[in-house]
């Protein structure tokens, strides 16, 4: 819901707000609010808002002030205890303009100041300026649902917003590549910590406030979870019941809508079980939304189908083409800022779309595998990693290099060798090699050889610094716990972000139950063996639902979401590759060894599975182009060759 930004100089500078900059930073939102735009400006303070109206249609105009003009807030987001906050500041004497819960965050202000923040439930990343006391406040939603950059000049201004995009349409920075990020990006996906790919622009963490005045920041973080046990007394049954309770208050919490709502339902267990939560909360059908792609390694429509059947659900579906996938990527490179980490990013921009076409609200399963360990590399490393221990310690060195050796060098299917070279049996028993290394696209090693002599001097040392810190931050005292403790400040932020900025790309909102911020706090202090059982991950919630959902539903193997990039880069699309990989305009902007990509190509065009590393090439190429070179959303498809141009290239091969 809604985009917000703005600028605030200090005294020093000796100028005041351009309106004209201000408003295009604003309209680089238009897509998060199409419903109504506005602006406050005074003198070296200035705030703008895009709005996509949820609650409050008619009555929540921003930036919001109070009754006398001296607080002011630009507002993103839902908050879901609003009418019971309101309740107690009407008693306290605050006069509502409105039924808006931006209102009820001004009032709360007034009272407790920057804590503020802390009474809140739900998601949000707002501003407030406070005339009186000449600061500014900036604040986020506790997991990092909604986002919010900023930049500080040299003079001390600072210029924040929802979106990258709008600091840079806006001119308060000029995109310049970051270096420092560039090996955390390459390992994993995305940028940790406050750090973005681009220079200068960093992002309020969640769970932080930001207090500016006259050109001195203060960050200080207000809220983190726990994975301490404090109560492990109860017995199954009392945590089941519990978390059932937390869990259908955190679905029945997020209807609050005056607008239609619906539901994305990829046939997993998490949309599944919001779907069940919420066909006893309506009286009318849920209307529920997915998405898949015609190859039938990619779809899994038949496990949506039988979720809505089995819930009544007013049902409606989307199928993507690769030409559709290709042709959108450009624009939607752009709508994310950074180059897109994962290519279900794609789809859910069009199914996005299509719920568009019916609701304005939809509920989303993200949050539950960060918080119940639904991934099997957790699992994996659990394992690998007490094995390995174990192999190290009884089993001569001798003997481990010669069964590594013959691994490495097994004949016939590579994928027994690939499985068998990520196991204890071929590596470290260490937490850098075994678990970050093994699931990283580029690990350290593969670095040295992707990245150019002159980017390995400039790139930062460690990938993973930022989430060995984390752990080691945390008071987990499980191995899974720490994985999960670092993944819900890294990896889990940045699906928000993908979730956050394809739905909005579509003007729509996307909440997400399992991110309720008091049932991440009962699911951290959760005892290992609830979340983790044997081969059974996410057990409390399969336990919960036991009964409530389908049976197939229940025990279906988890699949992510398959999208067959590496099948069409390694076919009909190929020219991707030739095009944003290894075209001279990729390879001279120096970043990347020449020869080592195309090494890399040619070992996925022989059969081996690079889907992960190619795909960041092709986006970071793409995304270099949108915002450094300033090209305009060009279809991908323009870069087919031609049949004559095909038939040329196969006989200068062969």
Known sequence: ??????????????????????????DALSHRGPDDAGLFIDGRVGLGHRRLSIVDLGGGHQPMSNETGTVWISYNGEVYNHRELRQTLEERGHIYRSESDTET????????????????????????????????????????????????????????????????EGGAVKPEINYDALADYAANRYTSGEETLFRGVKRLLPGHTLVWS??????????????????????????????????????????????????????GIDSSAIVAAMSEMTREPVKTFSVAFAEREAN???????????????????????????????????????????????????????????????????????????????????????????????????????????????????????????????????IEEIYFDN???????????????????????????????????????????????ADVKTYLHE?????????????????????????????????????????????????????RLPEEILTRRKMGFPVPVGAWLRGPFRFMLDEYVLSPRASERGIFDAAYVRELVARHQAGENHTERLWALVNFEIWQRRFFDREPAISAISYQPSATERMAEYGARF
């Open 439 to 485: 699931f990283s696209v580029f690990s350290r090693r593969m670095q040295q050889g992707l990245f150019t002599a002159e980017t390995r001097e400039r790139t930062g040392a460690d990938p993973y610094r930022a989430s060995l810190d984390l752990m080691g931050e945390q008071d987990a005292e499980a191995l899974l716990d720490r994985l999960l403790a």
């Open 1 to 26: 819901m809604c985009g917000i930004c703005g600028i605030a100089a200090p005294i020093e500078s000796d100028r005041n707000v351009s309106e004209a900059q201000l408003v295009a930073m604003r």
């Open 300 to 430: 899994e429509l038949e496990y949506a189908r039988t979720v809505a059947r089995a819930f009544g659900t007013d049902h409606h579906e989307i199928l993507v083409s690769a030409e559709q996938f290709f042709d959108a990527l450009p624009a939607l490179v752009y709508q994310e800022d950074e180059p897109i980490a994962h290519p279900s990013s794609v789809p859910l921009y069009f199914v996005s779309r299509l719920a568009a076409e019916h609701v304005k609200v939809v509920l989303t399963g993200e949050g539950s595998d960060e918080m119940l360990a639904g991934y099997g590399k957790y699992r994996k490393t659990v394992y690998n990693l007490a094995l390995g221990r174990a192999y190290h310690k009884i089993m001569p060195d001798g003997i481990r290099r010669a069964i590594a050796k013959a691994i490495y060098e097994m004949k016939g299917s590579s994928r027994a060798r690939q499985k068998l070279t990520r196991t204890f049996l071929c590596l470290s028993p260490d």
């Open 495 to 547: 699906l928000l972000m993908k979730q956050d900025q394809m739905s909005m790309a579509a003007s729509i909102e996307s909440r997400v139950p399992f991110l309720d911020h008091e049932l991440v706090e009962f699911a951290a202090a959760l005892p290992v063996k609830m979340k983790l059982r044997g081969l059974t991950t996410k057990y409390i919630l399969r336990r919960a639902m036991k009964g």
């Open 105 to 168: 965050i001004v009032h709360l202000y007034e009272e407790h100041g920057p804590r503020a923040v802390e009474r809140l439930r739900g998601m949000f990343a707002f501003a407030i300026m406070d005339r009186d006391r000449r600061r500014l406040v900036l604040a986020r939603d506790r997991l990092g649902i909604k986002p919010l950059y900023y930049t500080l000049a040299d003079d001390g201004t600072i210029y924040f917003a929802s979106e990258i995009k709008a600091l840079i």
């Open 214 to 267: 006259e050109g001195r920041i203060e960050i200080e973080r207000y809220w983190d979870v726990s994975f301490a046990k404090s109560d492990e007394s109860l017995g199954e049954k009392e945590y089941i019941e519990r978390f059932t309770e937390l869990f259908h208050e955190s679905v029945r919490l997020r209807l609050m809508a005056d607008v239609p709502l619906g539901m994305f339902l990829s046939g």
